[in-house]
């Protein structure tokens, strides 16, 4: 009686294994980096957010008061002076200059935050006239 003993080839070999491993690996590299930078660009909409809104109050204030920096403008007093009014998601404080005529806004990131790893757009800025602008490498996208 002869027994025929074969070799069943089932399961995965090392070399398969890291061939996989290492595809896993590279994709990683290239979409983490995509995904924070996405992360980071849809959370600008929430510095974006504040600031229309601090904006918004103040023209209020100057249409009540003829100033904006009146002190009988409650919005006035929180961003001046070293205060800061923070974002929905806290993700920007937002400070201010203002003038009786005149104001001019600054969201930046809190620190500790993903948002105050975003090179691109490092501040976002807004004046009484709509003017928009940004500090960072890339501030053509940042509005």
Not at 95 to 120: C, H, M, R, Y
Request: aromatic share 6%; with cysteine.
């Amino acid at each position: 009686m002869k027994v025929n003993f074969q070799k069943s080839n089932s399961g995965f070999t090392l070399v398969e294994l890291m061939i996989v491993v290492l595809i896993v690996g590279i994709i990683s590299v290239i979409a983490v980096p995509s995904y924070m930078d996405m992360i980071r660009s849809s959370n600008r909409a929430d510095a974006k957010a504040v600031l229309n809104d601090v904006a918004h109050r103040l023209q209020r204030c100057f249409t009540t008061y003829s100033a904006y920096n009146s002190g009988d403008c409650a919005v006035a007093g929180s961003i001046t002076g070293g205060n800061s009014v923070d974002s929905e998601k806290s993700y920007y404080t937002v400070t201010g200059v203002l003038a009786a005529a005149s104001f001019d806004l600054t969201a930046l990131p809190v620190a500790g935050k993903t948002q105050s790893k975003d090179s691109e757009c490092l501040s976002l800025t807004l004046d009484e006239a709509g003017t928009r602008g940004a500090t960072g490498s890339n501030t053509a996208e940042c509005w």
